[in-house]
Structure formats: structure tokens, C-alpha cells
């Protein structure tokens, strides 16, 4: 387990939800060799985690809360990030415990500036529901070049961030969080003449995010390096053999409760 604790105050924090992702298309894709940039960061490879919820909404509602993707193991897990509230059972010695109405309140109080870069329509400012997520942050941002319909998402999104971490002050804290869009479907713009999403055109789009994820790395490391969480908020199915007939997500299967999680340290 990362120490956010002994990162508290002195290294900016981020987040990064790889949207829709399952589990068995990252490990596929990192273990073929296909994903340098995240193999380099996470060289012991995704965690298969079990998600608290089967799509987008809820599932950031339960991360904002500390409520991170548990371990498939017996027994009960401590968080790395928790708030403060009585009969918690899931904190330990090694857990930053904070106190706020969320983990973005919480860093605020702490000092952080708390940054949203939106990808799927639930931080889409154009609708009062679409504003809920957002409004919890000092500052958010979208754009249609940063939607699930943008085959440049994950660019744009690095982009902006490492915009947005170079125009602060070194001193001041950020806890960065990006909801990536690009593995969220359709993926199928991924894929030159791909009618359908799959497996396969999902492993494209996390290529691609891949391919710019040096965009974000870099402008952490020039400002002292930072900690954070990489994972899915949910998987998805694509009518595949293996989705025993299911399509999309918002139902209790395994290949949309299954998601890749990682804990990772950005060093200069």
C-alpha cells in the first residue's frame, strides 16, 4: 500500500479512472507488452479488484467517500484513503484518515487544490445531474474534445492537466483527478472500420490513453513527483462468449464487477 499519509502536504495527489475498463482487456494488454507506459509505472501489473457499483454514477460517489475497489480476498481490507465516520471497519495503521463531507473536500481543507477533468457524460456541466460529481471540486473542467466521443480525449485531458499543473505555484498541492473517457464506449473509434464495440477495440483506446499518458507523468515529476490511484470505476460487456450474453454494464456480472486497480508512486 502507497503511504498517502507521509505524502500529505507534500506531494500533489491524483486520481485517474480509466472509465468502463474490465480487468482481463488491461492485464491482456499489459502483459503483451502493448502498454509500456503503464507497465513502467506499475511493473507488478493491475490489481483485479471488485468494484462498489456497476456504472459510472455511483461508483465515483463510493471513491469520493474512500470507498475504493476491494481486493478479491476473504477477510476485510484497510483502505489507503479514508474518511472519518464511527464503526468503520476497513481502516488501518498504514490509512490516511481525513476529515471532510468527501476526499475532495477533505484535501481542500488540507490545502490541496482540487481539479476536475471530465470525460463521461455524468461531469457533462450541461445538465443539473451532470453538474453533481463537478461541483464537489475547486475547479472542473470538460469539453467535447475530453467526451467519450472524442478520439483525442486522452490527450486533451494530459494536456490540460499538465497546462493547469504548470500554471501553480510549486508550493501549492494538487489533488488532480481525471475521469478518462477514452475506454468507455464507443471505443469502436479506435479501431479504423470496427461496427461494434469489443474487447478489442477497448484494448485500442488504452493503448492510446498509453501513448499519452508521458503528457501527465512528465508534469507531475517537474512538480516534486506525486502519489495516486489508477483504476477502472466499472467493467462492461460486449455480447462476447465470455459475457454469457450480457451487453453494456449496470448489471451484477463478473466482467462488470472485475476491474484493474493499481496504487502507484510518480518519482522525479
Known amino acids: 500500500m502507497i503511504s498517502f499519509g507521509a505524502a500529505l502536504g507534500t506531494r500533489d495527489v491524483f486520481l485517474l479512472t480509466l472509465d468502463a475498463l474490465r480487468f482481463d482487456v488491461a492485464h ?21 479488484r471488485h468494484t462498489p457499483a456497476t456504472f459510472t454514477f455511483p461508483a465515483h460517489q463510493a471513491f469520493f467517500a474512500g470507498f475504493f475497489p476491494t481486493p478479491i480476498a476473504k477477510g ?26 468527501s476526499l475532495i473536500d477533505a484535501f481542500a481543507h488540507a490545502g490541496y487544490r482540487t481539479i476536475c477533468i471530465g470525460g463521461t457524460g455524468f461531469f457533462n456541466p450541461s445538465t443539473q445531474l451532470g453538474q453533481v460529481l463537478p ?82 507523468l512528465d508534469a507531475l515529476r517537474a512538480r516534486g513527483g506525486a502519489v495516486g490511484i489508477i483504476c477502472s470505476d466499472h467493467g462492461t460487456c460486449f455480447d462476447e462468449p465470455s459475457d454469457d450474453g450480457f451487453d453494456g454494464h449496470r448489471h451484477a456480472h463478473p466482467n462488470v464487477f472485475t476491474v484493474p486497480y493499481a496504487e502507484v508512486e510518480v518519482t522525479i
Open 28 to 48: 491482456a494488454a499489459l502483459t503483451q507488452g502493448r502498454l509500456p507506459n503503464l507497465s513502467a509505472l506499475i511493473p507488478h501489473g493491475f490489481e483485479a
Open 76 to 101: 476485510i481490507h484497510a483502505r489507503p484513503l479514508a474518511l472519518r465516520f464511527p464503526g468503520s471497519r476497513s481502516t488501518g495503521k498504514d490509512t490516511l484518515i481525513l476529515d471532510g463531507k
Open 135 to 216: 461541483s464537489l471540486f475547486q475547479e472542473a473542467h470538460y469539453h467535447r474534445d475530453t467526451s467519450v466521443s472524442s478520439p483525442i480525449a486522452s490527450k486533451t485531458q494530459f494536456r490540460l492537466a499538465s497546462q493547469r499543473l504548470r500554471e501553480l505555484p510549486s508550493s501549492q498541492r494538487v489533488f488532480l483527478f481525471i475521469n478518462a473517457p477514452a475506454t468507455h464506449p464507443p471505443t469502436r473509434i479506435f479501431v479504423k472500420g470496427a461496427h461494434k464495440e469489443s474487447t478489442e477495440t477497448q484494448a485500442a483506446a488504452l493503448i492510446d490513453l498509453d501513448r499519452q499518458l508521458p503528457i501527465l
